[in-house]
């Protein structure tokens, strides 16, 4: 099994390397926190004490690298990568997507790189708060653009199911699109909500209930890591706010003038129906798509623009399922 | 004790009645639902075969008269108290209270008053889903306008209390608009960003994780439910909605133009604190408010105002309390 070399040993980072472990993958670590570091050797994790001298015995082992560091550091990480192990199979698990490629294509252009993107995030942070189980069934987007090596993607995408995680492939732009308006939009519209309620008074936050308790939780997320969150992911995130103002817009004007809200209540009632209905096990499409095609990647996007997910691979094809 | 005579034997008014025998009082309900009148008396509960009847036995025993029927129904019955029990106590437990208070000051003038809304709503109805404990420690609004009789508020309060809950007591316009920010506008933002999410595709839906799962749990919410609730309350729910408009133009324009969410994602920070504060029971002042005093009722809806509530009556002092 391919070494794993992991950057950055918080969370995310922390629980790949855990989870790489507990698949029988020879693999390390290397952070530039101490408390981190520390954690993990007395949790009997190997850890690098430099980042060269990590990248370097990726290099000769021939390891998957995977960049766990927030985006503001993602650059310095590469640029050592470009520098040390300039060929190395690279994959990331930072939030956004784009940017990150083009990073990459800029700074470490002959790495063998495709990005990914577990969906497992949570409000804690740090080596302590991980697991190896933190992917387990969890969708892992895997990105297969144009311009992705094929190789470098089955190499993500087989870390990805190694840690118990399914593969969802698209392409970078789609995934920043599509976590603007279900990871994104979610904490700006709960901002807005609790604003609003508390705008009240003490009194509306007396009689609020369930509703408003839900709607307003990840409100209470720290605001530092929504922030970096939102804001890196800017274009994306301004396209799904716009989306949701026209929408509200709508419903406000509805409401003005003829009282009746039936078409925003319903398209919500359609949408969440869909949401649990996806999420169903029940009636899923066995999919096998044979990854020697020409046209594999076509097929691979096409799945994952259907709500699909990659489960195993059998040889040379990729074994998954779509929504009935 | 006070007989009570429900009107409507769906969730709500089902669960008053069930309350009002639980601690210890005189009670009899009435439905123009077959099966909610059939289920009730087979939980042996009474209940009397017409509205007439129901309300005459309450003119002859001065019981209160709970009216417990969706808003469109309200009316009519009002009529039959004008009727037959044109100087009953009187209070009802329909989600918004102006358009209830216009209609009795229309229709039943001569009765002793005062509006209610239990803050204890589930997205299920009917009589077998009701319980006598539906109300316990929840808020309870009981209506102190200018123009409500004193002792008509007690009567409702006294009600409220022996149902398990504790008083909110404030304006009907101000109950208006609080329900407008914290039951309502929750709808609208969950079915908009429901919306918003499926309109990313399946793959949008395939990767939402916990901040969407719970913002849009309401939008599950069946359609008729909310479509009343929120076309009830017309007027101030357009006000709620136009302030978050505002604030998401706001958060949308900050985006666009410095990158920053940060004012958003703080006030929204800032407002969910307030509202897990608000829900301590810790440092919690006590109040006590003279109702034989002239100003009781303005000193009562400060409390409402304030995040108070009444929670027993000791003579004519109502014992309350404020967050700290």
Redesign the interface.
Same mark, same amino acid.
């Given at each position: 099994m391919r070494a794993v070399c992991v950057v950055g040993l918080g969370l995310i980072g922390g629980s790949v390397l855990r989870a790489a472990v507990r698949a029988g993958r020879p693999a390390w670590g290397v952070t530039s926190s101490t408390s981190d570091e520390s954690a993990a050797r007395a949790d009997d994790f190997e850890v690098v004490s430099t980042l060269e001298a990590a990248l370097g015995r990726a290099a000769s082992e021939d390891a998957l690298v995977v960049v766990a560091v927030p985006l503001p550091a993602v650059e310095g990480v590469l640029r050592t990568v470009a520098a040390v192990a300039p060929e190395c199979w690279l994959t990331d698990v930072v939030s956004v997507k784009q940017p990150v490629a083009d990073l990459v294509a800029r700074v470490a252009p002959t790495t063998r790189y495709a990005g990914c993107h577990p969906?497992?995030?949570r409000a804690v942070s740090g080596w302590a708060s991980g697991s190896a189980a933190l992917f387990d069934d969890a969708?892992w987007?895997t990105v297969a653009d144009e311009e992705t090596d094929p190789a470098a993607w089955r190499e993500a995408a087989a870390l990805a199911l190694d840690c118990g995680a399914h593969v969802?492939p698209?392409t970078a732009s789609?995934?920043d699109?599509?976590?603007a308006?279900?990871?994104h939009?979610?904490?700006?519209?709960?901002?807005?909500?609790?604003?609003?309620?508390?705008?009240? =008074?003490?009194?509306?936050?007396? !009689? @609020?209930?369930?509703?408003?308790?839900?709607? *307003?939780?990840? /409100? #209470?997320?720290r +605001?530092e890591l929504?922030?970096a969150m939102?804001?890196g992911n800017?274009g994306p995130?301004?396209d799904?706010?716009?989306?949701?103002?026209g929408?509200? =817009?709508a419903?406000?004007g509805a !409401? @003005?003038s003829t009282?009746?809200?039936?078409a *925003?209540?319903? /398209? #919500?009632?359609? +949408?969440?129906?869909?949401?649990?209905a996806?999420r169903s096990t029940e009636d899923r499409e066995e999919v096998r798509i044979d990854l020697t095609d020409v046209e594999a990647f076509d097929d691979l996007r096409s799945l994952?623009?259907?709500?699909?997910?990659v489960l195993r691979f059998e040889d040379d094809v990729a074994v998954g399922d779509l929504?009935g």
């Amino acid at each position: 099994m391919r070494a794993v070399c992991v950057v950055g040993l918080g969370l995310i980072g922390g629980s790949v390397l855990r989870a790489a472990v507990r698949a029988g993958r020879p693999a390390w670590g290397v952070t530039s926190s101490t408390s981190d570091e520390s954690a993990a050797r007395a949790d009997d994790f190997e850890v690098v004490s430099t980042l060269e001298a990590a990248l370097g015995r990726a290099a000769s082992e021939d390891a998957l690298v995977v960049v766990a560091v927030p985006l503001p550091a993602v650059e310095g990480v590469l640029r050592t990568v470009a520098a040390v192990a300039p060929e190395c199979w690279l994959t990331d698990v930072v939030s956004v997507k784009q940017p990150v490629a083009d990073l990459v294509a800029r700074v470490a252009p002959t790495t063998r790189y495709a990005g990914c993107h577990p969906m497992a995030g949570r409000a804690v942070s740090g080596w302590a708060s991980g697991s190896a189980a933190l992917f387990d069934d969890a969708p892992w987007v895997t990105v297969a653009d144009e311009e992705t090596d094929p190789a470098a993607w089955r190499e993500a995408a087989a870390l990805a199911l190694d840690c118990g995680a399914h593969v969802v492939p698209t392409t970078a732009s789609e995934h920043d699109a599509a976590v603007a308006r279900v990871s994104h939009l979610p904490h700006i519209l709960a901002a807005i909500l609790a604003a609003t309620g508390a705008g009240g =008074g003490p009194l509306a936050l007396s !009689l @609020a209930a369930g509703s408003f308790t839900d709607g *307003t939780r990840v /409100a #209470g997320t720290r +605001a530092e890591l929504v922030l970096a969150m939102c804001e890196g992911n800017r274009g994306p995130l301004l396209d799904a706010v716009d989306d949701a103002l026209g929408r509200l =817009g709508a419903a406000r004007g509805a !409401l @003005a003038s003829t009282g009746g809200l039936a078409a *925003t209540v319903r /398209a #919500g009632n359609a +949408a969440r129906a869909e949401l649990l209905a996806l999420r169903s096990t029940e009636d899923r499409e066995e999919v096998r798509i044979d990854l020697t095609d020409v046209e594999a990647f076509d097929d691979l996007r096409s799945l994952g623009a259907g709500g699909g997910r990659v489960l195993r691979f059998e040889d040379d094809v990729a074994v998954g399922d779509l929504p009935g």
